[in-house]
């Protein structure tokens, strides 16, 4: 079986530069709360929002107290909801190289997760050679080109999921204009009502997938 490594493209921008050093971050959902907890967040919210939808929970402002509460122990609530693991298998990693050897230029995590998903957490491949000069800073934004393999990740996450007997590919769309990016790639706005109000209202927040 396809591990979900195998998505990773390494070998298109490993040869782009002299030193590529990789760093991986997690490979289950306790060490991904550890270093990543914002993905746990996320990707349990999304969990939730298909459980709403496909009726698995009846109550869907049940998580209200978890959201109120900042989000602690939201991972757990949604195991307990769904009587099962949310989350099934993990791959966070990074890659640092000579350009800055702090601060990463490849980031991947992918998680296989409820309803039938690999569930692109974050994506990342950033040429640091190439900066953007002419646009304003972005707060969290590395404002570099990208090394224009996207396509190839795809391609590469859409074979791992089918050997895996994954359904579909989604993510959430974390900030303004990613939206028209992911939806030049395949993907589409999530079919619950959540993602439809948010796509409709901010265009942030909301979920995306394709099916394979």
Request: overall charge negative; aromatic content about 10%; glycine content about 8%.
């Amino acid at each position: 079986m396809a591990e979900l490594c195998d998505a990773v493209p390494r070998g298109r921008f490993i040869p782009m530069f002299d030193d590529v050093r990789e760093e991986i971050v997690a490979t289950d959902i306790d060490a991904l709360e550890a270093h990543r907890p914002n993905d746990v967040v996320g990707v349990s919210l999304y969990v939730w929002d298909e459980m709403v939808h496909r009726g698995v929970t009846k109550e869907p402002f049940k998580i209200s107290p978890i959201i109120n509460g900042g989000m602690v122990g939201i991972y757990d609530f949604v195991r307990k909801e769904l009587g099962r693991e949310p989350v099934t298998d993990v791959y966070s990693t990074r890659f640092f190289n000579e350009i800055d050897p702090t601060m990463s230029f490849v980031d991947v995590t992918l998680l296989q997760c409820f309803p039938d998903d690999i569930h692109i957490a974050d994506v990342e491949f950033a040429d640091n050679r190439r900066p953007i000069d002419d646009t304003p800073p972005v707060k969290g934004a590395r404002n570099y080109h990208g090394l224009n393999i996207f396509d190839d990740f795809l391609e590469r996450l859409k074979g791992v999921a089918r050997d895996r007997g994954a359904g579909r590919l989604s993510l959430m769309v974390g900030g303004p204009g990613l939206y028209e990016v992911f939806a030049r790639h395949g993907f589409k706005v999530g079919d619950s009502a959540m993602a439809q109000m948010a796509f409709q209202t901010t265009r942030v927040g909301f979920s995306m997938y394709q099916d394979i």
